[in-house]
C-alpha cells in the first residue's frame, strides 16, 4: 500500500504569493494531521482532521493559514500571503484510529523569498 | 500542558556498539502514547516504536527497544549493534488519550562512526 504522499515535494515562492500544499493521506485512516517544521521551533502540530472534519486547529499560526479536507484521500494547507517566516517543512501524517501510529509522508519543503 | 525533553543534542557512538537516547516526559494524563521517529538527512520521519502507558512490557522492534519508567517519566529509546545507517535525528513524542496530535522534543543527532 503506498504511504502518505505530499506535492509539491519543493516550493519555492516569493513573498505575497499563494502557496498550496497538497496530502493524499493512507488509504482508510481516518485522522490527518498537518505538522510543520522549523530550525528554531522543531516539529509543530498546526491542524488535524477527524473523518475529514477539523478537529483542532489552535496550532494554525495565523489567519494567512487555511487547511481543508473535502474527501477522505485529500487535504490541502494554504498559505496566503505567504511570508519568508513561513519557510519550513510541513508534513502530512495519517493514523487509523486514535492514538494510532502516525504516518509520516515525506513532506514538502518551503521557501519563500 | 505536555512536554518532551531530550537533554543529548548530539552524539557519537562506534559501530556495532549499542546506544541509549533520552527521552523524559510530563504530562497529568493516565492515558497516553510515546512514540520515537527517526529523521535521515533525506528528510522524512520514520516511524520506530510505540509504547502506550498502560503497556506492562516494554516495546521492541528488532533493534530497537524503549525503556519505559513510568514512574520517572521517562521512555529512552535503545537501539542494538548501531550500524552507519543509524546515523539520523532521532525524536521521541507523545500523544494523549483523546484524538490529539503528537507533542516533539528537540531531537538528538546520532552520528554512528566506524
Known amino acids: 500500500d503506498a504511504g502518505v504522499i505530499q506535492s509539491p515535494r519543493h516550493e519555492v515562492t516569493e513573498m505575497g504569493q499563494e502557496v498550496t500544499l497538497r496530502c493524499k493521506p493512507i488509504?482508510?485512516?481516518?485522522?490527518l494531521f498537518w505538522y510543520r517544521q522549523t530550525m528554531m521551533r522543531g516539529l509543530e502540530l498546526l491542524i488535524y482532521?477527524?473523518?475529514?472534519?477539523?478537529?483542532?486547529d489552535s496550532g494554525m499560526p495565523e489567519d494567512r493559514f487555511s487547511a481543508k479536507m473535502p474527501n477522505a484521500s485529500f487535504s490541502t494547507l494554504k498559505i496566503q500571503p505567504s511570508e519568508p517566516r513561513d519557510s519550513a517543512v510541513y508534513f502530512c501524517?495519517?493514523?487509523?484510529?486514535?492514538?494510532?501510529?502516525?504516518?509520516f509522508g515525506p513532506g514538502t519543503r518551503l521557501l519563500v523569498l | 500542558a505536555q512536554k518532551i525533553t531530550q537533554t543529548q543534542p548530539g552524539m557519537f557512538v562506534q559501530e556495532k556498539e549499542a546506544v541509549t537516547l533520552d527521552c523524559t516526559y510530563d504530562?497529568?494524563?493516565?492515558?497516553?502514547?510515546l512514540f520515537w521517529y527517526k529523521q535521515p538527512s533525506s528528510g522524512e520521519m520514520i516511524f520506530l516504536i510505540y509504547?502506550?502507558?498502560?503497556?506492562?512490557q516494554n516495546a521492541t522492534e528488532g533493534r530497537y527497544s524503549l525503556n519505559f519508567q513510568k514512574a520517572r517519566k521517562s521512555a529512552n529509546l535503545v537501539i542494538s549493534a548501531s550500524q552507519l545507517g543509524d546515523s539520523a535525528m532521532y525524536f521521541c513524542?507523545?500523544?494523549?488519550?483523546?484524538?490529539?496530535?503528537?507533542?516533539f522534543g528537540k531531537g538528538t543527532h546520532l552520528i554512528i562512526q566506524p
Open positions: 501524517a495519517s493514523s487509523f484510529r486514535v492514538r494510532e501510529t502516525q504516518y
Open positions: 488509504s482508510g485512516h481516518d485522522y
Open positions: 482532521f477527524n473523518n475529514n472534519v477539523p478537529i483542532d
Open positions: 504530562t497529568s494524563d493516565q492515558s497516553y502514547g
Open positions: 509504547q502506550g502507558s498502560y503497556d506492562e
Open positions: 513524542a507523545m500523544s494523549r488519550g483523546g484524538a490529539d496530535g503528537l507533542t
